[in-house]
């Protein structure tokens, strides 16, 4: 028997002042114009984001840049932009690269994602262990059948967002641990083209950011896109009903969740101006309960979880 959770989120109302102290351009914690890059994994979610900053903070006009992971970080380290949103820190390297500039990105925890495997609804096999994943994007499984034995679905087609999404860094690094991707994986170009194309591709696997995955008109966050089926991941060598997870923000939150990563706001400002008063709404309370609205887990306010059904 598996419990599934409702996870409520127990936020002190903490608000930003109104004040802020002038900069030589004109920009303010609260007013100004900037470009922010945000790795597109995370659109749903930071259009949300944006659309209540913008009403609380008129004064404040932020463009944002939808885009690979690669590309976002590359916007920050050529200062085209201060503030990234991504599914990771900066390597040492390429903090490296801010020595002469005399003044280091922070990197804040953001909120608490994960990557989401989805299958065609026709395809009854949701069962996978992360072993059985690694394999599958080393090239080591090619076949349906090889995972299981009753299947009749052919050739195991995985497609990614991008490639050069963060999802595709986390699999290399937390899942393969640097071992090659097999070439015959596919990367198209949005989590919206993913979705779209494993639903109507029943020898599709598709991997996609987790706040991709939710119902909209579910406000409990425990049913998913109806348009595909959600996988469950187990950490042991055979899969169960009993050891799998899926994606639910409270095995999100409990970390069960064997594809559960954190979501980072690089921030570049040394002037304390508009990116920092962007980055102090994103961990404040208004920013975080709109992550927990998303389908994600806030990273910087407390949680807790209500058990509201069983799973038989």
């Not at 975080?288 to 806030?298: A, D, E, F, H, T």
Request: hydrophobic letters at 40%.
């Amino acid at each position: 028997m598996k419990r599934v959770f409702f996870l409520c989120c127990a936020l002190s109302l903490l608000l930003a002042s109104c004040g802020g102290q002038k900069k030589t351009d004109g920009e303010t914690m609260y007013s100004g114009d900037i470009k922010i890059a945000v790795d597109e994994s995370f659109k749903p979610i930071m259009e949300e984001e944006l659309q209540v900053y913008r009403a609380l903070t008129p004064e404040a006009n932020v463009t944002p840049i939808y885009c690979s992971e690669v590309e976002a970080i590359n916007l920050l380290l050529k200062d085209s932009v201060r503030l990234v949103i991504a599914n990771r820190r900066l390597t040492e390297n390429e903090l490296a690269s801010f020595h002469a500039r005399k003044f280091f990105p922070e990197s804040i925890r953001m909120a608490v994602s994960g990557i989401a495997l989805i299958t065609n609804p026709a395809n009854t096999d949701s069962l996978l262990t992360v072993g059985q994943f690694r394999n599958i994007l080393t090239g080591k499984i090619t076949e349906w059948k090889e995972l299981y034995p009753q299947s009749k679905l052919g050739k195991l087609q995985v497609v990614f967002d991008n490639p050069n999404s963060g999802l595709i860094h986390y699999a290399i690094d937390s899942i393969c641990e640097g071992q090659k991707l097999a070439s015959t994986l596919t990367a198209l170009k949005s989590n919206e083209e993913v979705i779209d194309y494993v639903s109507k591709t029943p020898g599709a696997m598709g991997v996609i950011g987790a706040n991709w995955i939710g119902n909209v008109s579910d406000s409990t966050r425990l049913s998913f896109n109806e348009s595909v089926r959600v996988m469950a991941v187990s950490y042991s060598g055979h899969a169960t009903v009993a050891n799998s997870f899926k994606p639910y923000q409270a095995y999100l939150a409990l970390r069960q969740y064997p594809l559960t990563h954190d979501v980072f706001i690089l921030v570049n400002d040394p002037r304390n101006g508009l990116p920092t008063g962007l980055m102090t709404f994103l961990t404040k309370d208004r920013g975080q309960r709109i992550i927990l609205k998303s389908g994600l887990v806030p990273a910087t306010q407390p949680v807790r979880l209500v058990n509201v059904k069983d799973e038989f």
